[in-house]
């Protein structure tokens, strides 16, 4: 099984806080850099922000300052605390490595006006 299952995302208003998680099986997870991506309506899927597996983390300038990416190694989880939402970050989140072709469902943030 390889498989990558986002949870977390939800409706909550401009300045609103989420947590996403991603669930990943360990044959992903394990020694590769992850990453959070997202796709907004309208447009394509692009990089938030990526951490390697030691916690060497990069973001896009968009979320800098405002979204913290993690890892817990020992659970195979990802971690994105997204803080001080905007409209512009409604999309729906996926996480992955920087090079997997395949995709999970995503999760879906709404952030209100």
């Known amino acids: 099984q390889e498989q990558l299952v986002e949870s977390g995302g939800g409706f909550v208003q401009a300045g609103g806080s989420l947590r996403l998680s991603c669930a990943a099986s360990e044959t992903i997870f394990r020694f590769n850099t992850m990453a959070w991506y997202r796709q907004a309506p309208g447009k394509q899927r692009e990089l938030v922000a990526s951490?390697?597996?030691?916690?060497?983390?990069n973001y896009a300038d968009a979320v800098k300052g405002r979204f913290t990416i993690s890892r817990d190694n020992a659970k195979n989880t990802l971690y994105l605390q997204m803080n001080s939402l905007k409209p512009e970050d409604t999309a729906v989140y996926y996480c992955n490595t920087l090079w997997r072709a395949y995709w999970g469902q995503g999760t879906q943030v709404t952030v209100s006006s």
């Open positions: 951490i390697t597996g030691l916690g060497r983390t």
